[in-house]
């Protein structure tokens, strides 16, 4: 079955950076779009950054220019390189994927930044 597993969240000053990580099984990695999205407390949760599986990316006005997010296929994971970060920034950050038959989604990783 398909599993998303995020790691790499934590505690961090404003101005720092973190790299989520989200480890895929159960499905064929390198021929699908991954998403990284996030819920801060209280908010919807939101669409961050997302990758072909061509490789070409698309971020959220709020994040553009300080996340990156990319994949190797070989290890089926797909990343997510926050810079800059922001008081913000803070959220539970999930992996997604998309398939015909409905959408996964990772357990979430928490990600605070302090000011």
């Known amino acids: 079955q398909v599993q998303l597993v995020e790691s790499g969240g934590g505690l961090v000053q404003a101005g720092g950076s973190l790299r989520l990580s989200c480890a895929a099984s159960g499905f064929t990695f390198s021929s699908y779009a991954m998403h990284w999205y996030r819920q801060a407390p209280g908010k919807q949760r939101e669409l961050v950054a997302t990758i072909t599986r061509g490789g070409n990316t698309n971020y959220a006005d709020s994040v553009q220019g300080r996340f990156t997010i990319s994949r190797d296929n070989s290890k089926k994971t797909v990343y997510l390189q926050m810079n800059s970060l922001k008081v913000a920034d803070t959220a539970v950050y999930y992996c997604?994927?998309?398939?015909?038959?409905?959408?996964?989604w990772g357990q979430g990783t928490q990600v605070t930044v302090s000011s």
């Open positions: 997604n994927v998309r398939r015909i038959e409905g959408e996964y």
